[in-house]
């Protein structure tokens, strides 16, 4: 299981005036470095309020709302968004900055990088005109409904019009934000800064000769029976399962509530407040399970944060990569280990005495790892994973290009899954409509999944270097020394460090070999290859 | 149960400035009735975008949010409450009032109606300082926390400090929004328009003729037996219970949801998006039951409004009065009927054929009318409810003169229950601590509740008159024509029309004997007097 963790663009947020300004007096003037600090904490405080009602609106449409409620969200979304995006692009909100960044020297650590963050944001929103910013959030509160409907009755037709207008914002977003770059690579940055096309398609490639070649050898090899994670698991003691997984995580439920999504993400209002969310399947044991511990990883690294970070531009992990990094660290790194596994396996069996009667830890172990080219990027193993991001990457390039219409989404969709993966796709439900990502608008966020499981095994092998051997401590169930040292290296900086400086502070220049011994040995010895 | 429907006072909502106003002019310029119309228009959306956001984060803290995340919510609250009251109380919208109260001929109905709300909203809250209105929200947000934790621990001393404070705002606040009045009948009119001290001691006089003679006469008549409806009646059974209930009630349920909190409620963000709450208690049947018809009752009120009504001052019931009406209706005069009870006993028995083997459809009936006196108001029966009322308007019309200190509240309380109700108070959670009320600022409230039940058999007369014996349709399980004229007479007009106008165009004028005739006939025979 690889979930969504939503991401609160700053560009949502609002940029505060606090009226200082004279109205015969448009020139803003500042009586002090002291006193432009103050107003830009303000601003980052109404930016971090009007952050948290929109996402709240979202999550409870996710979770709790009536379905046909859209209109009235819609409403408020567009009055609300109206509001932040004029405040958010106010010259004064310029000349503050301009300001600051002309007394940087004056200015701490965390002060200069609010001032570069924000900047950032400020030059890329006040780009956007009015009317476009919006028209896509409309847009986007409209598009999820669509997605599902669309998903549910198998109609690509109902969803191709709605995401042809997203596909269109996002290629004239890209021009606004990043006009120097091809506009795929703006998208890109907006979620891993400095990712580009270039990077990915060395890194895919790399991948690819990792995989390839390992898929074919467990095609020939015996393989594994995981038939029993399929019988009938009620989501009564699914639901008792996640709170234990939560528990043996070290979340903090008084700062973390679990809720039920059709699809699982992590939400965070502020390090105090976090909400992730699973699935439970009834004929499926092990999607609410990952789900709990992939989620868990992000909650964990939005928890971690230091409290300074709170209500300023810094909130929140730094980037997609660096999340992902995270949540599939606990996910697959610790989750689907050998001592992981041990760990958990009495509770399991207490919960399931039928349905894993016969089952042993060995035989779980292999089931949650058995390695199959499938369908659904988020039931695919660790594995075959990075071949659906390439799917995913490979449409949107084009799209983005210009060189691959809508229309034909399902075609080109269906054409790679045969080429990497070598399934056919029965329907588009189960193809091209399985992710929200889309809906979402999120464009050029895939990518950071496969960035994200590639830092991972780097990360394990620093951990490893300093604490020894950390599975000794996975086996007995206590995470309390990784999560420890995961919340002093990366957590605790929440945006505070740039995501490459930050992988790099820990683990040195990022090389994808981690990644690919880590997957080579692993599933060498799973399959005795 | 009588649970509560949370009012989104429109003192919430900010008032809206459109920019139309040029920097260098401060006095407004209307083009036209039309430009104003629209301005006024668009500043009721935004009232209500806030509103609904706002109301947005305090349903989720009640429902799903972590328990200890108060303080990121209160920083958000705090933040929009202060730009919804910049904005609130900006002289330009007074001057659109003006311009529109002057061109009143040119207004359609709604309109003038929309003016007169806002203006009344617009008076009152712009006489509160800026820091008191968010000074207040602010302590609203904490009390909440406060409060639940006072109750748990039976601890008054923890929560006294914050509920002075909350007297003491609400007596200032009392002044802000009638001068001319005694402080408790300005809260009393907040939250039904002309109902005084007044009033309110004459009919609780006539109430109290009718009920204490009628408990006397109970308490020397044979006993029902009710022990059957505190067995163990699993959550998940009620829970499918409670969803059959809103099925039966006819709540469309794609536009409300049910959810559980600690203390049930209804809200409304619109009349398309409606949520109602419920708590599940395993050793008690009818709490929930209960719970769920009287908001259920709440909700068809708000889901019953005419769209045109939507993102206007207009929206949602007109005060507390009738929508208790609503709700006490549906609560009590159907769901405590027989012909009720013949409708929803077969799936009550199939739901918990163990615990209501015994058990036939008369012995339930009786089960659930027994009147005794006791300590907790939302399970009091129909007959001593009033005298909850009467004790919690007692203590609120001291405390609000100054006659009563709240350290002495508890004593004060229990005096009261014992003398009204002849029970005696063993702590403070089962006492003074067991309404939510008080620590969400709400005082003034409670005698609507009250109001509300006498409106209901008046109602249930004329609705008699005009459709014949409805409780044929009842026993059928078939609400459809109940709720059809609830609709048509009451419902549709969500604030268009005035409290007292809006009963006496259905009912004539309100007469209390209505409901004491009601009382003494359901008991008379019910105990065989």
């Known amino acids: 299981m690889q979930e969504d963790f939503l991401f609160l663009d700053e560009k949502m947020g609002p940029w505060y005036d606090l009226g200082n300004k004279k109205e015969d007096d448009p020139v803003m003037k500042f009586e002090s470095v002291a006193q432009a600090i103050e107003m830009l904490k303000n601003f980052q405080q109404t930016q971090y309020a009007y952050n948290h009602a929109i996402s709240m609106l979202y999550h409870d449409a996710s979770t709790t709302a009536p379905s046909d409620s859209w209109e009235g969200r819609g409403k408020t979304m567009e009055i609300l968004t109206q509001v932040t995006y004029e405040q958010m692009t106010k010259p004064e909100n310029a000349e503050l900055l301009s300001y600051l960044e002309a007394n940087a020297d004056q200015l701490d650590a965390q002060t200069r990088r609010e001032v570069e963050v924000l900047r950032k944001g400020y030059d890329q929103i006040h780009r956007i005109p009015a009317e476009e910013y919006v028209a896509y959030s409309v847009l986007l509160n409209e598009a999820q409904g669509v997605w599902q409907k669309a998903k549910t009755d198998d109609n690509f037709e109902l969803f191709a019009p709605v995401l042809e207008k997203i596909v269109d914002f996002n290629r004239k977003f890209a021009g606004y934000y990043q006009p120097d770059m091809l506009p795929y690579d703006a998208l890109l940055n907006e979620y891993e800064e400095g990712l580009t096309m270039e990077t990915l398609d060395a890194f895919f490639a790399q991948l690819q000769e990792t995989i390839v070649p390992l898929i074919a050898k467990i095609r020939e090899a015996k393989q594994i029976d995981n038939a029993f994670l399929f019988k009938t698991y009620p989501a009564a003691q699914q639901r008792v399962f996640s709170e234990y997984l939560m528990d043996l995580m070290g979340i903090d439920k008084t700062h973390c509530a679990l809720g039920e999504t059709e699809h699982p993400y992590t939400m965070n209002f502020n390090n105090k407040d976090v909400r992730i969310t699973t699935h439970y399947y009834e004929n499926n044991l092990v999607s609410s399970m990952f789900s709990v511990v992939h ?179 996975v086996a007995k169930g206590d995470l309390s020394r990784v999560t420890a040292w995961l919340r002093e290296k990366i957590h605790r900086y929440a945006s505070f460090k740039k995501p490459t400086e930050l992988f790099e502070s820990v683990c040195g220049r990022f090389d994808a070999k981690y990644f690919t011994d880590y997957l080579t040995e692993k599933y060498s010895k799973l399959y005795d290859l």
């Open 295 to 473: 989620e868990g990883g992000h909650a964990l690294y939005e928890l971690g944060a230091d409290d300074c970070y709170n209500y300023t531009a810094l909130t929140g992990g730094v980037s997609m990569g660096i999340h992902e990094s995270q949540s599939r660290f606990y996910e697959n790194i610790i989750g689907r280990s050998e001592a992981f596994v041990h760990a958990v396996f009495p509770k399991l069996k207490e919960l399931f005495p039928e349905q894993l009667k016969d089952v042993d830890e060995m035989m779980f172990y292999r089931a949650i790892n058995r390695s199959e080219p499938s369908l659904i990027r988020i039931e695919a193993d660790e594995l075959t994973y990075p071949l659906h991001i390439m799917v995913r990457y490979e449409v949107e390039k084009q799209l983005i290009a210009g060189t691959l219409a809508v229309k034909d989404i399902p075609a080109e969709w269906n054409r790679l899954y045969k080429e990497y993966l070598g399934v056919d796709v029965p329907n588009n439900a189960k193809g091209c409509l399985q992710d929200s990502h889309w809906s979402g608008g999120s464009i050029g966020y895939f990518p950071s999944y496969a960035i994200g499981s590639a830092y991972g095994p780097q990360m394990l092998r620093k951990m490893e270097e300093e604490l020894g051997d950390i599975y000794k401590d």
